[in-house]
C-alpha cells in the first residue's frame, strides 16, 4: 500500500511540473473527475492562485469550452480555454504584445490571439505577463517593481504553461500530446525566449517580428526617429498629412525593383531612395506637394540608423522603404492623433529601460545617445531574447517559424535577418538551421500584420498549419502561401512567402494575382 502512494504521488509531482513537450505524458491520477469543470478551481497547483473555472456555450466561433481564470503569483494573471468536446490533444499557448498588461482572451485573427488554437479544438491560454496596464504603452506597473519586470521578461510564460498542463492533466485525464507556442511583438520575444532559455517546454513555436533587441529598439531606436521628428518646441516637423506623398515617392522608387510593378516593395534591400528628391525647389509657395528642408532632414535620419556624436552605428536598422503606409499609426501619426512609437518609447524610458527608474518626470528627448545606450545592460539580460543559440531547442528537435515584415516600422526587419544569421552561423549553417528554424520576410507586411496595406495582413496566411505539418509530419515548409482577399472576401491574389534567404521570383509570364506564377530562388 505504502509503495502505491509513493507512486501516485510521485506522478501527480511530476504532472504538476509539466510534461516536456513530445515526451510521452507520465502515468497521472487527476484530482477531479475527468471533464468535471467546476471541480478545476479547486485543484491544488504549486505557487498557483485558481480563481474560476466555469463551462461557456459556443458562440462566437469557438466551441464550448471549460474557462479558468488563475493567476501564478505573485501576479501572473492566466486564462485557459479548454474543449468540452473533441479535444485534438494539444496544447496552444500565445504571447502578448507591446507591455502587456491585460488578459485578452477574446482577441481576434491570429496575432496573440487564444481563440485562434480553440477553434481548432486546442486546450489553449493567454496571460498578462504579471501585471495590470491601462492599454499597451504603459509602463507604470514597471516603476521601481524588479519582480513584475522579470515576470513581464522572462518568467511569465513557463510558469503559465506548468500550471495549464497541470490543468490540462486534470481535465482530460492525459497530458498533451504537442504543445505549441505563438507571438508577436513582445509575444515573438517570448517566443524567441522560451527557445533560448526553456527549450522543452514547446514543440512547436512561431516567433513573429521578435522585439528581441528590446532596450535596442524601444530605448536607443525609438529614441532616435522620436529625437529626429522634434522641434526646439517638441512639436513635430514632418507634416503628418505628407505621409501618403512619401509613400508614393518610395512606391514609384521600389516597386520596380522586382519588375513586377505591382505596387508592393517587394525586395527593398535592391531599392534606391533619396529623400531630397521630395525637397520644395527654392521660392515654392506650395508646400502641400513637396518637403521643406527641415522635413527631408527628418526622413534622412528615419531612414538612417542611429548613431552616437563619434559616428558609431548603435542599432542594427533603420525605418524600412516601403513601411510608409503605416506610419500614421506608428512614425507620423495624423492631424489628430499623436503616433504610437514615442508612446512606447518615453514609458519604456521612465519605468522600464534603466536598473534604476528616473520616474514620471523624465523627458524622454534627455536620452543621451553617448551616455545611456550602455546604461541599458542591466534590463536587457533580463528582457533581451538575442542570443544566437538555439542548441537545447535543436536538441530535443524542436521545430520554429520566424516571421516578419519587410514593412515593419515598430521592430525593423534587418534586425531579425541580422539575429536569424547569427543563429544560423552558431547551428553550423545553412543545412543545420533549416532543419529546424526558418525565417520568412514578408513583403508589405505591418508589425504582425495588424493593419492592411498593399500586401497582406495577418488573416492571409496561415502559420500554425505550417507548423503543424512540420512538428507532426515533418513537412518542413518550403514556401508558405499568402492571399489577399478582394472585395466581398473573394480571394484576390496569391503569392508564396519564402524561407530566408531565398525570395518569390516571377516567372516572367504568368499573372502575377497568383502564387503558381512565383518560384522560391536564392538571391
Known amino acids: 500500500m505504502r509503495g502505491r502512494i509513493i507512486a501516485s504521488t510521485l506522478a501527480a509531482l511530476l504532472a504538476l511540473a509539466g510534461t516536456a513537450a513530445g515526451q510521452a505524458p507520465p502515468a497521472f491520477s487527476p484530482a477531479v473527475a475527468p471533464h468535471d469543470c467546476a471541480a478545476l478551481a479547486g485543484l491544488r497547483i504549486e505557487d498557483t492562485n485558481l480563481l474560476s473555472a466555469t463551462q461557456v456555450p459556443a458562440g462566437g466561433g469557438v466551441p464550448a469550452h471549460c474557462r479558468v481564470l488563475g493567476l501564478v503569483r505573485p501576479a501572473i494573471n ?18 502578448c504584445g507591446g507591455f502587456c ?3 485578452l482572451s477574446d482577441r481576434p485573427n491570429f496575432v496573440n490571439a487564444m481563440n485562434h488554437g480553440l477553434r481548432r479544438n486546442y486546450a489553449a491560454v493567454t496571460t498578462d505577463a504579471g501585471h495590470w496596464g491601462l492599454n499597451a504603452t504603459d509602463g507604470r506597473w514597471a516603476w521601481n517593481n524588479r519582480l513584475a519586470e522579470i515576470d513581464w521578461g522572462t518568467r511569465a510564460v513557463p510558469e503559465v504553461a506548468r500550471a495549464s498542463r497541470a490543468l490540462v492533466n486534470a481535465f482530460y485525464g492525459q497530458a498533451p500530446q504537442r504543445s505549441y507556442f505563438a507571438g508577436c511583438s513582445t509575444g515573438g520575444r517570448q517566443a524567441l525566449m522560451q527557445a533560448q532559455r526553456f527549450p522543452a517546454d514547446f514543440d512547436g513555436i512561431i516567433a513573429g517580428a521578435p522585439a528581441l533587441d528590446y532596450t535596442g529598439v524601444v530605448a536607443t531606436w525609438m529614441s532616435w526617429t522620436t529625437r529626429a521628428n522634434a522641434g ?5 516637423i514632418f507634416d503628418p498629412a505628407k505621409a ?16 513586377l510593378r505591382d505596387g508592393l516593395v517587394s525586395e527593398p534591400r535592391r531599392c534606391r531612395f533619396d529623400p531630397a528628391s521630395l525637397q520644395c ?17 527628418v526622413l534622412r535620419r528615419w531612414y538612417s540608423p542611429p548613431r552616437n556624436s563619434r559616428g558609431e552605428q548603435l542599432y542594427a536598422d533603420a525605418v524600412p522603404l516601403g513601411s510608409e503606409p503605416f506610419w500614421p499609426l506608428w512614425l507620423s501619426g495624423t492631424a489628430e492623433r499623436q503616433p504610437l512609437l514615442p508612446a512606447f518609447n ?23 545617445f553617448d551616455r545611456d545606450p550602455p546604461r541599458l545592460a542591466h534590463m536587457a539580460a533580463i528582457y533581451n531574447a538575442a542570443s544566437p543559440d538555439l542548441a537545447g531547442f535543436r536538441a530535443r528537435n524542436g521545430r520554429m517559424i520566424v516571421y516578419q515584415g519587410w514593412a515593419d516600422v515598430v ?57 503543424e505539418a512540420w512538428v507532426e509530419r515533418g513537412e518542413a515548409p518550403a514556401a508558405i502561401a499568402t492571399t489577399r482577399a478582394a472585395a ?9 512567402v519564402c524561407p530566408w534567404p531565398q525570395v518569390a521570383r516571377h516567372d516572367g509570364s504568368g499573372p502575377v494575382a497568383e502564387a503558381a506564377s512565383f518560384a522560391c530562388v536564392d538571391p
Open 244 to 259: 501618403g506623398l512619401v509613400q508614393r515617392a518610395v512606391t514609384e522608387a521600389c516597386d520596380a525593383a522586382d519588375g
Open 232 to 236: 526646439p518646441n517638441g512639436q513635430r
Open 411 to 467: 521592430i525593423p526587419p534587418e534586425t531579425t535577418i541580422a539575429w536569424f544569421e547569427r543563429a544560423r552561423e552558431a547551428a553550423g549553417g545553412r543545412a543545420a538551421m533549416d532543419a529546424n528554424a526558418r525565417l520568412f520576410m514578408i513583403p508589405g507586411f505591418d508589425h504582425c500584420g495588424i493593419l492592411s496595406g498593399p500586401g497582406i495582413n495577418e488573416t492571409g496566411i496561415d502559420l500554425l498549419s505550417a507548423l
Open 281 to 297: 525647389a527654392a521660392g515654392a509657395n506650395d508646400t502641400a506637394q513637396c518637403m521643406t528642408e527641415a522635413e527631408v532632414g
Open 488 to 496: 466581398g472576401g473573394q480571394p484576390g491574389w496569391s503569392r508564396p
Open 346 to 368: 518615453r514609458d519604456f524610458l521612465r519605468y522600464m529601460a534603466f536598473a534604476e527608474d528616473p520616474g514620471d518626470t523624465y523627458d524622454p528627448l534627455a536620452f543621451d
Open 78 to 95: 492566466f486564462e485557459l480555454r479548454l474543449p468540452l468536446a473533441d479535444w485534438n490533444g494539444k496544447f496552444y499557448m500565445v504571447g
Open 101 to 103: 498588461g491585460q488578459v
